[in-house]
């Protein structure tokens, strides 16, 4: 992460009273693997969360992802190679209730958006076939991060 630090706070409490604290939890995902999902004051708080090269994607660049994993309502080849490598961990309220596990991804997007605003996620919704573009979602949420390429 650049050397930037991350928080790492599990219990439901520290998320319930965590403000605009930046910070992140480990997640077990349904496919056994461990996940990270952060806050979204981790990215706007001004530290480099990607390593040199990379960066937090923009809406655009997310959306051509999401779409790319759909056509006709299937998943494409490039879906399922997404899909084999990002498990659906749904996502973490502010109240620290883990929610739509194996249902849900969703990853923090880089909108513009001033660090006071709400924060940009894009979600991919795999049990009913469905992508959820451009959700508004509380930066104090957990949300996962996927980085592209500069």
Known sequence: MN??????KQADADWDN???APMA?????PDGLGYTLYTGF????GRKLAPAGWR???PEESEALVAACFANGELTAAGKEF???TAMIGYRQNEGQFIESGKVVSWWVDAGAPSFMP???FQLRVSDKTMETMIISARDEGHSIRL???
């Not at 050397?3 to 790492?8: E, F, L, M, Q």
């Open 42 to 45: 981790v990215f706007s708080d």
């Open 83 to 85: 899909l084999g490598s």
């Open 25 to 29: 939890c480990k997640v077990k995902g």
């Open 3 to 8: 050397g930037s630090t991350v928080d790492i």
């Open 18 to 20: 965590a403000g605009e």
């Open 148 to 150: 592209v390429r500069d």
């Open 56 to 58: 937090i994607p923009t």
């Open 119 to 121: 924060g940009h996620t």
